[in-house]
């Protein structure tokens, strides 16, 4: 989440980059100085780079990090700076201290935080001479130990080899990753991970022999105690299950990482886990908190050595547990999971006044925090941001679904997270609306009542602690599922449309924040493209000034190809809105960019850009090149068992935007044009690679399997994989896969689904089951209340994690819009290439199948 909680900084209501803030909090006084004659400079988002002007630097190679905490960022910056420039040596820094304090909380990657400023020595020579004179330079200067570097001496100078320039290649798992040349020049992945390595080609320079001997000469072999096993890491440190090497209890440590790991106040994880021994100290014989074993440093780093308690978080429970993320759940399940739910609330808040009672004031009151075990033992855990009660405070670090707002303090703040609990343990996650439209409070408790039959007025308490005397704002727009389809589309319209910006250049419609990756605020599944897709198909109208913005920017020369990602999409956009003409210089532009394209998916790879393509085959040249992509994805789609059953992050991606299920449906289009069964022997074979990468759950639902959870949505997920096996089997009978479909289409009978979007929500399941399973449309619809949200007169929805509105389609209103408009409107929606007849046309097949 912390790529999003950086797009956060500049606006309350929607995603936007760390540059667009306003001038409210500046940059680092570096950024403001005259860039050097002769020098160029890019000011990123994040990074402000500078080089000199022709500087050839090598595709890879050492790079120094300088890693400083706040109070020494700005002469670290302004040093590096003074060493540099005269030396022409190329570097970039963080452009913020609200940047430094995000890419340094303890949430942010533990990889690659505490990075301040990175300077590129051409060669090893040079390397040694830099890291020599920088560490006379920059002594006194104290910053984070940065995770994937090797540390220089004991000061604040780090390295690692990696890539100097930007390429890419494909993991084990088929995903874009950032690449290096190894010995044989062949990409492979530049692996960024939270411990020092060097690539098996590449031999550590002999200088930093004695730094990597100093850095493994620090080991755990004489603590009193043996650590097992790790229960979580942030960037602040990590949590581990041990025990103690006489008694062998067990025990839980809690470490924290000098500098990293910052909270809003600056303060870093060795002064937060400091202090929450002192208050649990103050607590010290509560059956509701964990007893204190022991308190210890190692290598600058401390430790607090705290009882273990043998349970489950809450969050788990309640996944386990939750009936409306299970297919057709009864009245019967929903009304004794509410018993449990509201037993489980009345404990937690015995626990919280039992704190209170102390003079404590939790402060990071969230399912994560609230540990059960098996005879019904609540403890609350995780008392880094706890203050006193007398102090009147409010929280430094709390989770964004339950923090409360700025008019509370004190016991007042528990008392809010507690209030949020009593919604979130029926609508998971839900309560990350609140801050949007604090009355939204109402609707959910009257959802939550109606759906698991409990009184309304056992949530009358909980909604008037988080309204407080907030006025209402803004009325509630029309619901779908309660008002007409017109009213409703009109509402969404009329919200995307208050949001657009055509002053600006990077996107026109707010959304998810990757349509600030070059070509997103353009593109189909997050710019531009998309949204006036969504309102044109749906009937909601054409804006021709929108339009306009569309065509002059799709012929930015930074976006490259893809059919949700980037031109292909975009011409499909354009020949649906009827600028045949612009449609096909986009086209021309397509087949003129070389073929670096590595993905087979539908996103961004092969697959959307041979749909793409046969879209426009009456072209002789755009058929030769159609033909030329269906025959690359034929050879490197391999057999149905070529499906590696990796874990963790090396296993491969299903569905129908990563997966096999988009190579499939390109087989499946081309199949419908040429008649060549051997297409649909290829399709077979793609589908057969998804749905080895499924698992079937104890309730018949067939998902894709992550390792560590099952997804079901349209991106990466069963409802996508569901879409493409049903357009098959309508082509062919097939016993073995047919019962696949059933099994896949059960996903669309759960109740609830955390966030709302058409990639990864429940848009995305009611444009499915329009043709998988109409029947349980109304459902699907009427669920949408759960995230609705006015906004300037409207109705809108939050994009990707619910921190932020979104109107893109992969994650906000205008997908919303389109799956609303696949279940009601009267002419076909739907996403392209699905829900129609295939355009006629010729198509060569390949002549060996």
């Given at each position: 989440?912390?790529?999003?909680?950086?797009?956060?900084?500049?606006?309350?209501?929607?995603?936007?980059?760390?540059?667009?803030?306003?001038?409210?909090?500046?940059?680092?006084?570096?950024?403001?100085?005259?860039?050097?004659?002769?020098?160029?400079?890019?000011?990123?988002?994040?990074?402000?780079?500078?080089?000199?002007?022709?500087?050839?630097?090598?595709?890879?190679?050492?790079?120094?990090?300088?890693?400083?905490?706040?109070?020494?960022?700005?002469?670290?910056?302004?040093?590096?700076?003074?060493?540099?420039?005269?030396?022409?040596?190329?570097?970039?820094?963080?452009?913020?201290?609200?940047?430094?304090?995000?890419?340094?909380?303890?949430?942010?990657?533990?990889?690659?935080?505490?990075?301040?400023?990175?300077?590129?020595?051409?060669?090893?020579?040079?390397?040694?001479?830099?890291?020599?004179?920088?560490?006379?330079?920059?002594?006194?200067?104290?910053?984070?130990?940065?995770?994937?570097?090797?540390?220089?001496?004991?000061?604040?100078?780090?390295?690692?080899?990696?890539?100097?320039?930007?390429?890419?290649?494909?993991?084990?798992?088929?995903?874009?990753?950032?690449?290096?040349?190894?010995?044989?020049?062949?990409?492979?992945?530049?692996?960024?991970?939270?411990?020092?390595?060097?690539?098996?080609?590449?031999?550590?320079?002999?200088?930093?022999?004695?730094?990597?001997?100093?850095?493994?000469?620090?080991?755990?072999?004489?603590?009193?105690?043996?650590?097992?096993?790790?229960?979580?890491?942030?960037?602040?440190?990590?949590?581990?299950?041990?025990?103690?090497?006489?008694?062998?209890?067990?025990?839980?440590?809690?470490?924290?990482?000098?500098?990293?790991?910052?909270?809003?106040?600056?303060?870093?994880?060795?002064?937060?886990?400091?202090?929450?021994?002192?208050?649990?100290?103050?607590?010290?014989?509560?059956d509701v908190v964990p007893a204190v074993h022991d308190y210890f440093t190692l290598g600058d780093h401390h430790f607090l050595v705290q009882e273990f308690v043998d349970s489950n978080p809450l969050q788990r429970l309640?996944?386990?547990?939750?009936?409306?993320?299970?297919?057709?759940?009864?009245?019967?399940?929903?009304?004794?999971?509410?018993?449990?739910?509201?037993?489980?609330?009345?404990?937690?808040?015995?626990?919280?006044?039992?704190?209170?009672?102390?003079?404590?004031?939790?402060?990071?009151?969230?399912?994560?925090?609230?540990?059960?075990?098996?005879?019904?033992?609540?403890?609350?855990?995780?008392?880094?941001?706890?203050?006193?009660?007398?102090?009147?405070?409010?929280?430094?670090?709390?989770?964004?679904?339950?923090?409360?707002?700025?008019?509370?303090?004190?016991?007042?703040?528990?008392?809010?997270?507690?209030?949020?609990?009593?919604?979130?343990?029926?609508?998971?996650?839900?309560?990350?609306?609140?801050?949007?439209?604090?009355?939204?409070?109402?609707?959910?408790?009257?959802?939550?009542?109606?759906?698991?039959?409990?009184?309304?007025?056992?949530?009358?308490?909980?909604?008037?602690?988080?309204?407080?005397?907030?006025?209402?704002?803004?009325?509630?727009?029309?619901?779908?599922?309660?008002?007409?389809?017109?009213?409703?589309?009109?509402?969404?319209?009329?919200?995307?449309?208050?949001?657009?910006?055509?002053?600006?250049?990077?996107?026109?419609?707010?959304?998810?924040?990757?349509?600030?990756?070059?070509?997103?605020?353009?593109?189909?599944?997050?710019?531009?493209?998309?949204?006036?897709?969504?309102?044109?198909?749906?009937?909601?109208?054409?804006?021709?000034?929108?339009?306009?913005?569309?065509?002059?920017?799709?012929?930015?020369?930074?976006?490259?190809?893809?059919?949700?990602?980037?031109?292909?999409?975009?011409?499909?956009?354009?020949?649906?809105?009827?600028?045949?003409?612009?449609?096909?210089?986009?086209?021309?532009?397509?087949?003129?960019?070389?073929?670096?394209?590595?993905?087979?998916?539908?996103?961004?790879?092969?697959?959307?850009?041979?749909?793409?393509?046969?879209?426009?085959?009456?072209?002789?040249?755009?058929?030769?090149?159609?033909?030329?992509?269906?025959?690359?994805?034929?050879?490197?789609?391999?057999?149905?068992?070529?499906?590696?059953?990796?874990?963790?992050?090396?296993?491969?991606?299903?569905?129908?935007?990563?997966?096999?299920?988009?190579?499939?449906?390109?087989?499946?289009?081309?199949?419908?044009?040429?008649?060549?069964?051997?297409?649909?022997?290829?399709?077979?074979?793609?589908?057969?690679?998804?749905?080895?990468?499924?698992?079937?759950?104890?309730?018949?639902?067939?998902?894709?399997?992550?390792?560590?959870?099952?997804?079901?949505?349209?991106?990466?997920?069963?409802?996508?994989?569901?879409?493409?096996?049903?357009?098959?089997?309508?082509?062919?009978?097939?016993?073995?896969?047919?019962?696949?479909?059933?099994?896949?289409?059960?996903?669309?009978?759960?109740?609830?689904?955390?966030?709302?979007?058409?990639?990864?929500?429940?848009?995305?399941?009611?444009?499915?089951?329009?043709?998988?399973?109409?029947?349980?449309?109304?459902?699907?619809?009427?669920?949408?209340?759960?995230?609705?949200?006015?906004?300037?007169?409207?109705?809108?929805?939050?994009?990707?994690?619910?921190?932020?509105?979104?109107?893109?389609?992969?994650?906000?209103?205008?997908?919303?819009?389109?799956?609303?408009?696949?279940?009601?409107?009267?002419?076909?929606?739907?996403?392209?290439?699905?829900?129609?007849?295939?355009?006629?046309?010729?198509?060569?097949?390949?002549?060996?199948?």
């Amino acid at each position: 989440m912390e790529q999003y909680e950086l797009y956060c900084l500049a606006d309350r209501l929607f995603y936007d980059t760390p540059a667009n803030r306003g001038t409210e909090v500046p940059d680092f006084a570096a950024g403001a100085r005259p860039v050097p004659s002769g020098w160029d400079h890019q000011a990123g988002e994040v990074w402000m780079n500078y080089a000199p002007a022709g500087l050839r630097l090598p595709a890879q190679g050492w790079k120094i990090h300088v890693s400083a905490g706040l109070d020494d960022a700005e002469r670290a910056i302004a040093a590096i700076w003074d060493y540099c420039v005269p030396r022409g040596l190329a570097f970039k820094f963080l452009r913020s201290k609200p940047v430094a304090v995000m890419l340094n909380s303890k949430s942010a990657f533990r990889g690659s935080s505490g990075k301040l400023v990175t300077v590129y020595p051409t060669d090893e020579a040079q390397l040694e001479l830099v890291l020599k004179e920088l560490d006379t330079l920059l002594a006194g200067i104290q910053g984070p130990y940065i995770l994937s570097d090797l540390r220089y001496a004991a000061g604040p100078l780090f390295v690692r080899y990696g890539a100097f320039v930007t390429r890419y290649c494909l993991s084990d798992s088929g995903e874009r990753v950032y690449a290096l040349a190894d010995a044989e020049g062949r990409l492979v992945p530049d692996v960024r991970g939270p411990t020092f390595s060097t690539p098996a080609w590449v031999q550590l320079p002999s200088f930093l022999e004695s730094h990597l001997a100093a850095r493994n000469a620090v080991t755990t072999n004489d603590l009193a105690y043996v650590i097992e096993s790790v229960i979580q890491f942030s960037n602040g440190g990590g949590v581990y299950l041990g025990h103690h090497r006489d008694s062998e209890a067990k025990v839980v440590l809690k470490e924290g990482r000098p500098l990293a790991g910052l909270d809003v106040i600056g303060r870093d994880a060795v002064a937060r886990v400091g202090h929450e021994r002192d208050i649990l100290q103050r607590l010290a014989g509560l059956d509701v908190v964990p007893a204190v074993h022991d308190y210890f440093t190692l290598g600058d780093h401390h430790f607090l050595v705290q009882e273990f308690v043998d349970s489950n978080p809450l969050q788990r429970l309640i996944g386990r547990q939750f009936p409306l993320t299970r297919p057709d759940s009864s009245a019967g399940e929903r009304a004794e999971y509410a018993e449990w739910a509201l037993g489980m609330h009345a404990q937690v808040e015995q626990a919280v006044a039992a704190l209170h009672e102390r003079g404590v004031v939790f402060n990071d009151i969230h399912p994560g925090n609230v540990l059960v075990d098996e005879n019904g033992r609540l403890v609350l855990i995780d008392f880094e941001v706890a203050t006193l009660a007398t102090e009147q405070a409010r929280s430094a670090l709390a989770h964004p679904g339950y923090a409360a707002p700025a008019d509370r303090q004190g016991v007042d703040v528990d008392r809010y997270a507690l209030a949020c609990l009593a919604l979130g343990l029926f609508a998971p996650q839900s309560t990350m609306l609140l801050h949007f439209h604090p009355h939204k409070a109402n609707q959910l408790a009257d959802l939550i009542s109606t759906t698991f039959s409990v009184p309304r007025a056992t949530f009358d308490a909980a909604v008037a602690t988080i309204v407080g005397d907030q006025p209402v704002a803004q009325p509630d727009p029309p619901i779908p599922g309660v008002a007409p389809w017109p009213e409703v589309r009109a509402a969404i319209t009329q919200a995307i449309v208050a949001g657009a910006t055509p002053e600006r250049d990077d996107r026109l419609f707010p959304g998810d924040i990757q349509q600030f990756e070059p070509g997103g605020g353009v593109n189909l599944a997050h710019g531009a493209a998309g949204v006036l897709y969504a309102l044109a198909r749906s009937g909601a109208g054409r804006f021709p000034e929108y339009d306009e913005w569309l065509r002059r920017h799709a012929r930015d020369a930074a976006i490259g190809p893809g059919l949700y990602s980037g031109l292909h999409g975009i011409a499909l956009v354009l020949t649906e809105l009827g600028y045949h003409q612009d449609a096909g210089e986009v086209i021309d532009r397509c087949l003129q960019q070389p073929a670096e394209v590595q993905e087979l998916g539908l996103y961004s790879g092969l697959a959307g850009i041979g749909l793409t393509l046969l879209e426009y085959a009456a072209q002789p040249a755009v058929l030769a090149a159609a033909t030329r992509v269906v025959d690359q994805v034929a050879d490197r789609l391999g057999g149905p068992d070529d499906v590696a059953e990796l874990s963790g992050e090396g296993r491969p991606r299903a569905g129908l935007m990563y997966g096999s299920a988009g190579p499939a449906l390109l087989f499946l289009h081309a199949y419908e044009r040429s008649g060549d069964t051997g297409l649909l022997d290829l399709a077979r074979i793609a589908l057969q690679q998804d749905l080895r990468r499924c698992t079937t759950d104890d309730h018949g639902m067939l998902q894709v399997n992550q390792g560590w959870r099952t997804l079901p949505y349209l991106e990466e997920g069963s409802v996508g994989i569901a879409l493409v096996l049903q357009r098959y089997l309508r082509h062919r009978p097939d016993d073995e896969l047919a019962p696949a479909l059933e099994a896949l289409r059960r996903v669309t009978h759960c109740g609830y689904f955390v966030q709302p979007g058409l990639f990864m929500g429940r848009a995305g399941l009611l444009l499915a089951a329009t043709e998988l399973d109409p029947g349980v449309n109304d459902q699907l619809i009427a669920g949408l209340a759960w995230h609705a949200l006015p906004y300037a007169g409207g109705l809108a929805f939050p994009g990707n994690q619910l921190l932020r509105l979104s109107a893109d389609l992969a994650t906000g209103s205008a997908g919303v819009l389109l799956a609303l408009g696949a279940a009601l409107h009267e002419q076909p929606v739907a996403l392209p290439f699905f829900g129609r007849n295939p355009p006629s046309g010729p198509f060569e097949p390949r002549k060996e199948v």
